[in-house]
Every structure is written in structure tokens, then in C-alpha cells.
């Protein structure tokens, strides 16, 4: 599970730097991204907004400044620039 939530925010993070002002992903382009099955995604979606580290957006999800630090702690530093 950790490696899915980990993955989700890195998505959520690259969508965020391709694009400052909009900042997010739709649910779509991240599963697509991923390739993941709706269930786990689903579910590690959940617990990433429950956790603070995913806000929802207009139709996209955002990655919060605590998920940038879960990111930090779960990767090396070269992976994150």
C-alpha cells in the first residue's frame, strides 16, 4: 500500500510542477498513469484525503504541502527534483 500511496503522490507532484496554476490531476489521468486497479486506487485515494496529504479540487486532486513531506520521508531526495 505504501508504494501505491507513494506513487499517487508523485503523479499528484509531477502534475503540480507540469502545471503551477492548476496544480492537480483529474482521477482519470492519475489511474492512467499508474495503471492501477479502481479498487486500491480508490482506497489509497481515501486514505490520502483522510490523511491531509490529497485535498480534492474542482474535478482534480491536489497534493498538500504534507504530502510533499510523506513524499520526503518515503524517497531519496534525487527522486523528488
Same mark, same amino acid.
Given at each position: @500500500?505504501?508504494?501505491?500511496?507513494?506513487?499517487? *503522490?508523485?503523479?499528484?507532484?509531477?502534475?503540480?510542477?507540469?502545471?503551477?496554476?492548476?496544480?492537480?490531476?483529474?482521477?482519470?489521468?492519475? @489511474?492512467?498513469?499508474?495503471?492501477?486497479?479502481?479498487?486500491?486506487?480508490? +482506497?489509497?485515494?481515501?486514505? *490520502?484525503?483522510?490523511?491531509?496529504?490529497?485535498?480534492?479540487?474542482?474535478?482534480?486532486?491536489?497534493?498538500?504541502?504534507?504530502?510533499?513531506?510523506? *513524499?520526503? +520521508?518515503?524517497?531519496?531526495?534525487?527522486? *523528488?527534483?
Amino acid at each position: @500500500m505504501v508504494a501505491l500511496r507513494v506513487a499517487i *503522490l508523485q503523479a499528484l507532484l509531477v502534475a503540480r510542477k507540469k502545471n503551477p496554476g492548476l496544480g492537480g490531476a483529474s482521477r482519470l489521468v492519475v @489511474m492512467d498513469y499508474l495503471d492501477a486497479k479502481i479498487v486500491q486506487f480508490e +482506497d489509497t485515494l481515501h486514505w *490520502l484525503v483522510d490523511q491531509l496529504l490529497v485535498e480534492v479540487g474542482e474535478s482534480v486532486f491536489l497534493i498538500t504541502v504534507k504530502g510533499v513531506d510523506y *513524499l520526503e +520521508d518515503h524517497l531519496p531526495p534525487a527522486v *523528488l527534483q
